[in-house]
């Protein structure tokens, strides 16, 4: 079975910062490209910062020059540096994951972590 868990989301004033981490775990063969996204209440989920295995990165505009991915490939954990928060970065960040596993080849989620930023 595959997992990927999320954490570090929570409450920040804007101007702040935040960093999600979302490590995998489970019976993993390789871990390809790996993302962020968001959805906030009424829209849809949308794309935040992806990387891919190399370390190659792309981004949202909403969020460049603000926000860093990065991963670890020897601990198969993916990062979300969030600096310069805004009000309107407040949604739910799920973790995204292409993973080879015992059981093929897939796309897998994480739970979503809350990211929730005052005025």
């Known amino acids: 079975q595959v997992q990927l868990v999320e954490s570090g989301g929570g409450l920040v004033q804007a101007g702040g910062s935040l960093r999600l981490s979302c490590a995998a775990s489970g019976s993993i063969f390789s871990l390809m490209s790996m993302g962020w996204y968001r959805q906030a209440p009424g829209k849809q989920r949308e794309l935040v910062a992806g990387?891919?295995?190399?370390?190659?990165?792309n981004y949202a505009d909403s969020v460049k020059g603000r926000f860093t991915i990065s991963r670890d490939n020897v601990k198969n954990t993916v990062y979300l540096e969030m600096n310069s928060l805004k009000p309107e970065d407040t949604a739910i960040y799920y973790c995204?994951?292409?993973?080879?596993?015992?059981?093929?080849?897939?796309?897998?989620w994480g739970q979503g972590t809350q990211v929730t930023v005052s005025s």
């Open positions: 990387i891919t295995r190399g370390g190659s990165t």
């Open positions: 995204n994951a292409d993973i080879s596993s015992v059981l093929g080849g897939r796309d897998y």
